[in-house]
């Protein structure tokens, strides 16, 4: 572990309430990576922990704002930042935390990441911050991890095939996590408007050499018949698979962006789940968010997943059901895996400690 500044001193694998007052950790996305924000499973455990602790009292989650000079139409061209604040008591501590992620389409046009942003822990015993950290990677993972953990709820217990609209970051996470959750998954078609198809399927071939990976010319050649089906286009304000192409008796349907599905195929769904409904209204970019503000589902149609996850109420509960399912993303998903990799970064000396004030007079 590095230090910089006035003779900061490392904490090496010291608890974080051991850090000196006024000093932070930062952690680069290397840092992130090396700290183990790569790993699934730890994803997978951190966002099961945060849903745990939401529902036990135990975390604060305020409403995501997406701050925009735009309108929300205009979003797909014009980008967003969005703030998620939450604090959350985890199993490695207390963590009050906050991550900025902003998003801009055309950024991959000029060959950098569509999403960047930082998130920042604070620690409960002196409400001072203790960590800035890239939040690319940890973004990213606990988005597939919340479908890891609604796919053994929500789809078939023979579901073989996914059916991949969007190859982009977000869509490799999602398929790892839907592979870590479902291992008898053995079917993959891939669909995207450019060559990242070809790229994604490339790299899933090179690491789940036994599955069958292939990219295709259409949206529809990519869902058609798949047991489960994945769209996650960057910031489209636009549906990107056509109703009669999904809709059929035993789907699964992870809708990961905004509007990406027709708001009328809620109107045949038998199971709609969010991972958070008043979040998913309050963002109101999504497919279910647009058909409610249509009047094509009512509030009593959409069940939150920490109610599944918890055993209050059903996810699937026959192979012929259609099942949509599409989460907004949650801070406290966010801050309890920061914590952990947090956690990991002091034990593995990863990151940089850097003074961020002194106890000299400043004025």
Avoid at 320 to 334: M, R, S, Y
Wanted: proline content about 5%; charged content about 15%.
């Amino acid at each position: 572990m590095r230090s910089r500044g006035s003779g900061a001193a490392s904490p090496q694998s010291q608890p974080a309430h051991n850090l000196a007052p006024g000093q932070v950790l930062w952690l680069s996305r290397q840092d992130v990576l090396d700290a183990g924000g790569s790993d699934m499973a730890l994803a997978t455990q951190a966002v099961q922990e945060a849903f745990t602790a939401w529902r036990a009292g135990q975390a604060l989650q305020p409403a995501k704002t997406s701050l925009r000079l735009a309108s929300k139409q205009q979003e797909a061209q014009a980008g967003v930042v969005n703030v998620l604040p939450a604090a959350v008591r985890t199993p490695v501590g207390t963590v009050f935390g906050v991550k900025a992620l902003g998003a801009m389409p055309g950024n991959l046009a000029q060959n950098v990441p569509r999403a960047t942003g930082t998130i920042t822990l604070f620690d409960d015993a002196h409400k001072m911050p203790i960590a800035i950290m890239d939040a690319q990677v940890i973004s990213a993972m606990r988005t597939g991890a919340v479908s890891a953990l609604a796919a053994p709820k929500l789809a078939r217990a023979d579901a073989h095939s996914l059916g991949c609209v969007g190859a982009g970051v977000n869509m490799m996470t999602q398929i790892r996590g839907l592979l870590h959750a479902l291992p008898d998954l053995d079917t993959i078609r891939i669909y995207s408007r450019g060559a990242s198809k070809h790229q994604l399927a490339e790299r899933l071939r090179h690491r789940y050499p036994a599955l069958a990976v292939s990219a295709v010319d259409s949206a529809e050649a990519a869902v058609a018949g798949a047991d489960i089906v994945i769209t996650c286009a960057a910031n489209v304000n636009q549906p990107v698979v056509p109703l009669q192409a999904v809709n059929r008796p035993g789907v699964t349907i992870c809708n990961i962006g905004c509007l990406e599905n027709e708001p009328q195929l809620l109107a045949h769904m038998d199971v709609i789940v969010s991972d958070n409904w008043q979040q998913s209204k309050h963002r109101g970019v999504q497919t279910h968010a647009v058909a409610f503000s249509r009047g094509i589902i009512a509030d009593s149609d959409v069940t939150n997943l920490g109610d599944i996850l918890a055993g209050q109420a059903s996810g699937r509960t026959s192979p012929a059901q259609k099942v949509f399912f599409g989460p907004t993303g949650l801070g406290i998903e966010d801050i309890s895996l920061a914590a952990h990799i947090y956690t990991q970064a002091l034990a593995r000396g990863c990151g940089t400690v850097l003074d961020l004030w002194s106890n000299q007079p400043w004025i």
